[in-house]
C-alpha cells in the first residue's frame, strides 16, 4: 500500500509541475507573444473576453504572480481552461468534443499493439534461431518509422491508390451520430486506417523488448526447474512470459507518451477529430489558449494511464509489495 | 539392481573444433535406494554430468556418446527399462519428477519469484496425478512440508519471503512430491551456513531411510558425503578418478586428487587434521593437460603421468577403481595412499 | 577492466555503416546539392528526371537539393540534443544512483516528473511560445528537446550505478579512501559505457522524432531546410492526395534510415551488455553437419550421433592419447 502511495504522489507532484509549467512559460517567454495575440484579436473577441485572456496569461495585470497563481488555480478547480480565441469557444468544451475521439484510437489502438507484441516477441524469444527471426530487422526499421510518416505513406497506397480505407474524418459525415449499427460500423471503418499506422509504429518496441527479456527469463533456473518438473511445453512458455513481460509493463508509462505523442500526429494525416488534430489548429493559429488546455489534459491523461500500469504492475509482481519500487 | 546405468557417457560444450569436452568416458552405476556421492572441484563436471543425462544441459551442451538407462520399478514389481538418450520429449516429460527429480543448486533462483510456494506443488501434482482434487492436491502438501519439517503456513508465502533453509527444504520437499525413484542433488547445501548444512543433511538422511528413493548427491565438500553416501565417485577434469564405498574412500583414499580434496576440508568431529589444500586452479577444460588431466598439480607426478593417461583399474577386491598409475600394480605405491581401511565408522 | 570484445555481428555493421553514410552527408550534404534548395524558379510539381532527380514542389523548388541541405540540420540537431539529454542524464542518474538516500530521492522524483510528462506536449508548449528568431537556432532547438528527453537515460543509469556501487571493486576504492567524486568517475563510469552508448544512441533517435515533428507542425523555422519541414511543405500542398510521393517519402525514407541504422547499433550494444542475447553459435550450418534438427529445445539436450568426424581433445603439447 505504502508503494501505491508513493506512485500516487509522485503522479500529484507532476499534475502540479505541469499546471504549473502552464502558468509560468506564458510568462517567461520573451517577446511577450500574448501581447501581440491579444493586439491580433481585439475585433473578433468581447471586451470580457480579452480580460479572461488577460488574467489567465497575466498580461497587463497589476497583481504579482502569487496571486494570479492563486486566481489561475481557482480557474482550474472549477473547470475553467479559458476561451479558445480562434473558435471562440470555451477550451472545455472544445476538448469534450475532440478528446473521446483520441481515448477511443489511442486506447484500442495501444492495447492491439502491446497484445500482439508482447505475444509476438514471447514466441521470437523462446524460438531463437528459426526463421521467425527475419522479423527482427523488419520491426527495428518500422521502429524509425516517424508515425506521421508511416501515416502518410499507409494513406497514400491504402486509400488513395488502393481505395480500401476511407482516407479523412472519424465517420461517414453523411450519417448522423448516434447509437445505431451503420454509425456505429462507419466509426470502425474510418478508425481502421489510422489505428493500423499506430499499431504498425509501436509494436516493435513492444516486441523486441519482450523477446530480449524472454531470452534472458529462459536463462533463469525457474524455467529449467519447470521443465525439469516435465510440464507441458505451452506451460514452461507460459512461465517464462509471465516473468518476462513485467519490464514491458513497468515501461508501458514511457511507452504511453511515445505513443500518444506518435498518434497525435497520425491524427493530423487523417483528419480524425481528436485533440492532435485540434493542436496543430491551435499551433498554427497561436492559440495560446487551446495549446495549453490541450497539454494539461492530454498530461492528466497520460498520468492516469499510468498510475493504472502501476497498479498492474504491483499486482502482478509480489516482489514490489515488500521492497521499495524505482 | 541398479536404478540408473550411465555407460561411456560425453559430454561436448559446442561443436566441431571448438568442442570443450565437460565430460570423457564416465561409467556410472546407481544401486536401487542407495546413495551416491559425486564429489569434486568446480569445472569437474559433475553437475554437467547429471544434466546431461537427464538431458536438461543447456545449450550448446551435447551428448556426445555413451549411454544412460533409467530401470524404472512399476508397482507389480517389474522393471522397465528407459533408454534416457533415445527417449522421446514426451517420453522424457512423463518421467520427469515422477521417476527422476532434482533439487538445483539454488533454492531462491529455482523458485519462481512471483509465484507463491503453494501452486510450485500443486502444478506438478496437477500435471501429473490428474486423478487429485484441488483439496487432495493441498493435503498432500502440507504433508510433504511437514516432511521436511514446515509449517502449512509456508505455503502461502513468496520464495523472497522465506529463508535459505527454508527454500531447500521446500526445493527438497518438491523433489519428493511424486515419490521418485531417484532424486538427484546438485550442491544442496553449498548455499547454507554450517549450521543449516547440518540439518538439512540429517533430513535427507531420515526421508531416505523412510522412503526408499535412491539419491545422487553432489557436492565439492567430502566430509558431506561421509554418513550420507554409500558410495562415492570423485571426478576431476571430466573424467572419474576414484570410485570407492564411502567409508573406504574417506578413510583410506587412493588417488592423490581424493587425498587433497579430503584434506582441504575439516570434518566437524574426529580428530583435528592439518589443513591442506591443493596446489594450483582446476584444470582449464578447453586446454587440457597431456596425460593424466591432473599431474600438474600431484605431487607424486611422474614421467608416465605426463603422456599417458591413466584408465580406472580395479584396487583391492572391494570392487574400488582408481584411475592413477601409482596404482597399476608395478610401482611403490605412497604411504599416504595405501592406508588400510578401518573395520568401523571414523566418527 | 574486462577486454572490449567489440560486437561484430552483421546487424551492428549495418547500422554503423548506415550511420556512417548520413554523417558523410551532413558533412558534404550541401557542397553536392545540385541547386540552393531555396531557389524556386523552376517549373512547379515537376516529376524526376535527369535534370531534377526528385523532381520539383509546389513552389519550383528543387526536391532533391532540399534533400542533401535537409540532412545537415536534422542531424546537427539530433546530434546535439543527444548528447546534451546523456549529459544531463549522466549527472543526475549516476548522482543518484551513487549518494543515495536524500540526494537519490530528489533526484528520482525529478527524473520520474519529467518521464511522466508526455514528451511531444511538453516541447510543443516550449517551442511554440519560443519567438520566432530563436526557433532557427539549432542549439536553442537542441536544447529544448534535450530537456524533455533526458529523463529516460537518468533512470536506467540510475540502476546501473546502484547495482555497481555494491560491487566488489567500488568497495575497496572506498575502503582505500578514494574521494566520493573520483569513485564515480574513475571507477564507476567506465563501467556504464554501454550503457551509456546505447542511451546515446536511443536518444538521438528520439530527437530526431521529435525534431522532425516539430518541424512537421511547423514550429520550426521554415527558412532552416530539415527533412521535417520538407514534409510540412509537402502535407501543406497536398502532396499524398494528389500522388507526390517523391515530394514527401525521400525525407520520411532517410528519417526512417539514420533511426533503423541507430536502432541496428542499439541492438549491437544490448547483446554486449546481456551476454544471453549472443549467438552462442547457432548457426544451422554448423547444427545441420552434427545431425541435429533446426532448433535446439530446451529440456531436449541434443545427442550426437557416429556420423560426425572424430574430434580431437586439446592438449597443450600434441601427444597420443591412451584409453
Sequence with gaps: MRVIGRRLALYVVTAWVAITVNFVIPRLMPGNPIQTMIGKLTNQVTPQEIQAIRSAFGVGLSQNWFTQYWHYLGQLVHGNLGVSITLSTPVT??????????????????????????????????????????????????????????????????????????????????????????????????????????????????????????????????????????????????????????????NLSLAIGLVVSGALLVELVFNYPGVGDLLFHAVSNEDYPLIQGIFLVITLCVLAANFLADLVYFSLDPRTRTAAVV | MNVLEVRDFSIEYGLEEAAVHAVRHVDLDVVRSSVLGIAGESGSGKSTLVYGFTRLLRWPGVVAGGSAVLRVLEDDGTERDVDLLAATERELREIRWSQISIVLQSALSALNPVRRIAKEFDEVLRVHRSGLDRHARRARAVELLDMVGLDE?????????????????????????????????????????????????????????????????ITHDLSLLVELADEIVVMYAGEIVERASALELYSAPRHP??????????????????????????????????????????????????????????????????????????????????RSVPQRQPL | MKRLRLPRSPKVLVGVGIELF????????????????????????????????????????????????????????????????????????????????????????????????????????LDSYLPQADRSNSLILGLVIALTGWAWGARVLRAQTMSLRNRDFVEASRIIGESRWRIMTVE???????????????????????????????????????????????????????NQWYWFVPPGVCIALVGAGLALINFGIDEFINPRLREAGLTSKVLRRAGLSRRVRLGVTPVLRETSSPRRIHRSLQAGVQR
Design chain 1, 93 to 250: 468544451t472544445v476538448l469534450g468534443n475532440a478528446i473521446p475521439w483520441t481515448v477511443g484510437l489511442i486506447g484500442v489502438a495501444t492495447v492491439v499493439s502491446f497484445v500482439l507484441g508482447t505475444v509476438s516477441g514471447a514466441l521470437l524469444g523462446w524460438t531463437r534461431g528459426s526463421s521467425l527471426d527475419n522479423l527482427i530487422p523488419v520491426a527495428t526499421f518500422f521502429q524509425a518509422v516517424p508515425y506521421f510518416f508511416l501515416g502518410t505513406v499507409a494513406f497514400l497506397i491504402f486509400s488513395n491508390h488502393l481505395g480500401w480505407f476511407p482516407g479523412q474524418g472519424a465517420y461517414n459525415l453523411s450519417l448522423t451520430p448516434g447509437f445505431h449499427w451503420s454509425y456505429i460500423a462507419s466509426v470502425l471503418r474510418y478508425g481502421e486506417l489510422p489505428a493500423f499506422t499506430i499499431i504498425l509504429s509501436s509494436i516493435a518496441g513492444w516486441m523486441l523488448g519482450m523477446r530480449n527479456m524472454m531470452i534472458t527469463t529462459v536463462g533463469e533456473d525457474y524455467v529449467l526447474m519447470a521443465v525439469a518438473k516435465g510440464l507441458p511445453r505451452r506451460r514452461v512458455i507460459w512461465h517464462a512470459a509471465r516473468n518476462a513481460v513485467l519490464p514491458s509493463i513497468a
Design chain 2, 153 to 217: 503456513d509456508r505455503l502461502d508465502r513468496f520464495p523472497h519471503e522465506l529463508s535459505g533453509g527454508q527454500r531447500q527444504r521446500i526445493m527438497i520437499a518438491l523433489a519428493l512430491a511424486l515419490d521418485p525413484q531417484l532424486v538427484i542433488m546438485d550442491e544442496p547445501t553449498t548455499a547454507l551456513d554450517v549450521v543449516t548444512q547440518r540439518e538439512i543433511v540429517d533430513q535427507l538422511f531420515e526421508l531416505r531411510q523412510r522412503l526408499g528413493f535412491a539419491m545422487i548427491f
Design chain 2, 257 to 338: 586428487y581424493t587425498l587433497g580434496l579430503i584434506n582441504s576440508f575439516p570434518p566437524m568431529h574426529g580428530e583435528r587434521r592439518e589443513l591442506v589444500g591443493l596446489p594450483g586452479s582446476p584444470a582449464d577444460l578447453a586446454l587440457l593437460p597431456t596425460g593424466c588431466s591432473f599431474h600438474p598439480r600431484c605431487a607424486w607426478a611422474m614421467e608416465v603421468c605426463k603422456t599417458a593417461s591413466p584408465k580406472a583399474q580395479p584396487v583391492g577386491d572391494t570392487g574400488r577403481l582408481v584411475a592413477c598409475w601409482l596404482h597399476d600394480g608395478i610401482r611403490e605405491v605412497p604411504v599416504e595412499l595405501r
Design chain 3, 22 to 125: 548520413f554523417l558523410v552527408l551532413t558533412v558534404i550534404g550541401p557542397w553536392i546539392a545540385p541547386y540552393n534548395p531555396s531557389y524556386n524558379g523552376f517549373a512547379q510539381n515537376l516529376a524526376p528526371s535527369a535534370k531534377h532527380w526528385l523532381g520539383t514542389t509546389a513552389l519550383g523548388e528543387d526536391i532533391f537539393s532540399q534533400l542533401l541541405n535537409g540532412a545537415r540540420a536534422t542531424i546537427l540537431v539530433a546530434v546535439v540534443a543527444g548528447l546534451v539529454a546523456t549529459l544531463i542524464a549522466m549527472i543526475v542518474g549516476i548522482s543518484a544512483g551513487y549518494l543515495g538516500g536524500k540526494a537519490d530521492d530528489g533526484l528520482s522524483m525529478l527524473s520520474n516528473v519529467f518521464l511522466a510528462i508526455p514528451g511531444l506536449p511538453l516541447l510543443i508548449v
Design chain 3, 188 to 242: 564507476i563510469a567506465p563501467n556504464l559505457l554501454p550503457i551509456l552508448a546505447s542511451s546515446l544512441l536511443f536518444t538521438i533517435l528520439y530527437s530526431i522524432g521529435a525534431y522532425v515533428t516539430l518541424a512537421y507542425i511547423g514550429l520550426t523555422s521554415t527558412s532552416v531546410w530539415n527533412w521535417g519541414t520538407m514534409m510540412f511543405w509537402a502535407q501543406a500542398n497536398n502532396a499524398p492526395l494528389v
